[in-house]
């Protein structure tokens, strides 16, 4: 057995959850890990607007369902674990990860019916914050293994190690790696009237940002990769190339979503997990 001994997955009560389960799944089975499920009885609302329903009997209907979609997977009792608690979706996920020591979250991105809307939820952003391992967030329907997995990257040590458990988890796939640069505008070289020194300039950091992008691709051993230049919003070029590769699953390494420090840190990393359509591997550090 590899490094991943148990993967946590938050299911929620809408249909959805069956493709989120579906690829929580695919990857136990893969990675001979054990599913830990947890749904979670949010509490905020459940008690105001079903007062006079018994919660345990509740509990025991839920659990019964799991086993029921687990079944119809195949899947064998010593291979998974139920927990069904009260609480807060977000704070129960995470603590029921730390306690186990989980290698990887699995949840969804929303709590829509369908895939239909990819915005993130409360719960999802929550535990993008404060999960304790790597968070899947499940966007799309399970339809195979992924295929076609992008790791964009900002050269950072975070960056760096999403890399290595990326490269670790899904060792059958070959992964690109993606690192856009900022080159210097119109404007910045009309600004500072360097308009004769303005193809030296530019040259100069392109050349840095390959040689730093080298480095690093051959620290994270992928040959597979590719340099992408940006005049204006890196993010817009990163979501362009998901979507011209048709990335099924993109890498993402950030030191918090509410931290501005890098490219792929604070609101670059949130609007990216916000628009991308494609399922997001996320290490928060």
Known sequence: MNNTENIVVGIDATTSSIEILKRAIQLSKEKKAKLMLIHVINQSWFKKLFPHVDTKEVKEKIESKLED???????????????????????EIVKY????KSKLIIIGA????????KLFGSTAHKVAQNGPCPLLIVKNSCQAEYKNI???????????????????????????????YKQLTDFVISFYNAS????????????????????????VEITNKELLESYFNVTDILKEKAEGEKADLVVLGSAGVN?????????????LMETLDCDILLFVE
């Open 69 to 91: 979609l687990l079944e119809n997977e195949r899947i064998e009792k010593s291979e998974y674990q139920i927990k069904i608690v009260e609480g807060n979706p977000a704070d």
């Open 97 to 100: 990860a730390k306690e186990l």
């Open 110 to 117: 929303n709590s829509k019916e369908d895939f239909t809307t």
């Open 150 to 180: 992008l790791a964009f990257t900002d050269l950072s040590d975070i960056s760096k190690e999403s890399i290595l458990f990326a490269k670790n988890f899904f060792d059958k796939t070959d992964i690109k790696l993606i690192h856009a």
């Open 196 to 219: 004769q020194d303005q193809y030296i300039a530019r040259k100069q950091l392109k050349e840095e940002a390959k040689e730093d992008f080298d480095t690093f691709a051959k620290e």
């Open 259 to 271: 931290n501005a420090t890098s490219a792929l840190h604070g609101s670059v990393a949130a609007y």
